[in-house]
């Protein structure tokens, strides 16, 4: 089993951030202009570099979607006396249609009479469904995916989220985290550092532990 605390100082670094991006947008931007100009020399054979083309620009937008989504928490943060119960069984809701294609089951074990956290309910459910998809994602053959919550000393909350997915081998989970770092052929890279953003807005803390068994996702967040 390997462990890994998460530390802040992967996500601040504007300046690994800005080169990220420049990267990662610069390379399908120079296919996309280079199927142009092979289009005004020779027009035939059109439909292929449309698609080309169309799938570049795919690419770009959920990169900058993303991003979009990290750059929101310093413009409006709406902080409210949150009920993690409920914001959690709104995700659960909002993916079903995913796991049940992917023949995955999410059982919930809540503690009942939670006490409610200051959050911001929209970055707490992003955090959620980006932890949740990469469990999908882990578990091609489906399975379960347990969500339990506690209550830790009237002090935090601790959320895990349990899937039975093919693991994070320990050279890869020193990696994961840092913007752009992905194992999927269509991943942005983006998901874990936008989560720990979040969590470290909230005061809270990330713990992954993972084996060839399955990734468990603990979140501890203050009580308000
Ligand atoms: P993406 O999902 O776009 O690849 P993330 O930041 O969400 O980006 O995840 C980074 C990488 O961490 C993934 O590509 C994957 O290799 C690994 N990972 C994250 N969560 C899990 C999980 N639950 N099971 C297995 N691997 C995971
Ligand atoms: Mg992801």
């Avoid at 199927?35 to 059109?46: A, G, T, V």
């Avoid at 959920?62 to 409210?80: C, G, H, R």
């Avoid at 959050?119 to 995916?145: T, Y």
């Amino acid at each position: 089993t390997q462990e890994l605390m998460i530390n802040s100082e992967k996500l601040t670094v504007a300046g690994q951030l800005a080169a990220g991006i420049a990267h990662e947008v610069r390379n399908p931007l120079t296919a996309i202009k280079g199927f142009l100009q092979i289009m005004e020399s020779e027009l035939k054979d059109q439909k292929m570099y449309f698609d080309i083309i169309s799938s570049e620009m795919n690419r770009i937008e959920m990169i900058l979607n993303e991003l979009l989504v990290l750059s929101k928490p310093q413009q409006i943060s709406k902080y409210s006396q949150g009920n993690l119960k409920d914001i959690l069984e709104q995700i659960v809701t909002l993916l079903q249609t995913q796991t049940n294609m992917n023949s995955i089951e999410i059982i919930t074990k809540i503690e009942p009479n939670l006490p409610l956290i200051s959050c911001d309910e929209n970055q707490l459910k992003q955090v959620f469904i980006n932890f949740l998809k990469n469990s999908i994602e882990a578990m091609p053959k489906g399975g379960a995916i347990t969500i339990e919550v506690q209550s830790k000393n009237s002090e935090s909350l601790i959320v895990r989220i349990v899937d039975q997915g093919h693991g994070i081998p320990e050279h890869i989970l020193k990696k994961i985290g840092t913007p752009f770092f992905t194992t999927k052929e269509n991943g942005t890279g983006l998901g874990l550092m936008i989560c720990n953003q979040i969590i470290e807005q909230h005061k809270g803390k990330i713990n992954i532990e993972s084996c060839s068994k399955g990734t468990t996702i603990e979140i501890d967040l203050p009580v308000s």
